[in-house]
């Protein structure tokens, strides 16, 4: 979910069945910024949400303990961190490794560093492209590239 659509753990982890089910966007309200923001589900995560939603309540969280209860963000970024584990991955992971990674994959497809700062409503686009990585990346090439 998060590495498809860009949202903060905050904002997918208060979503709930009916926010998603049967639905070809997400409308919300952003925890951190107070915006509304709407946007399509794409063609991957569709069927995803269709599989994950099937004989669900639509008052229920969208992702739940074990117990039924909404999970929370510590619980997700254990669950995130053994992921990427299992996945070989050693590289610090977060709970925001996954809106970066959308926001990077993103930048990378379309070069559109304004429409990235859009939807993450970043306030220039500086800090989208620091908050991506791309900064960095550009700082080791330029390294590589340079020989005396």
């Known amino acids: 979910m998060g590495t498809n659509c860009g949202l ?10 009916k926010d998603v089910k049967n639905k070809n966007y997400i409308e919300l309200i952003e925890k951190k910024t107070g915006k509304y923001k709407k946007f399509p589900l794409n063609a991957k995560l569709k069927p995803i949400l269709k599989e994950f939603t099937k004989n669900r309540k639509e008052n229920e969280p969208l992702f739940t303990t074990k117990y039924n209860n909404r999970l929370e963000r510590f619980a997700a970024y254990q669950i995130i961190k053994d992921a990427c584990r299992q996945a070989g991955l ?25 429409m990235l700062q859009k939807i993450f409503n970043h306030s220039n686009p500086q800090i989208t492209l620091r908050y991506i990585g791309i900064e960095q990346d550009k700082i080791y090439e330029s390294y590589i590239d340079f020989v005396l």
């Open 8 to 17: 903060r753990i905050s904002d997918i982890l208060a979503l709930n069945v």
């Open 90 to 114: 050693e590289e610090h992971v977060g709970t925001h490794t996954m809106r970066k990674t959308f926001g990077y994959h993103y930048y990378q497809k379309y070069k559109d560093v304004v």
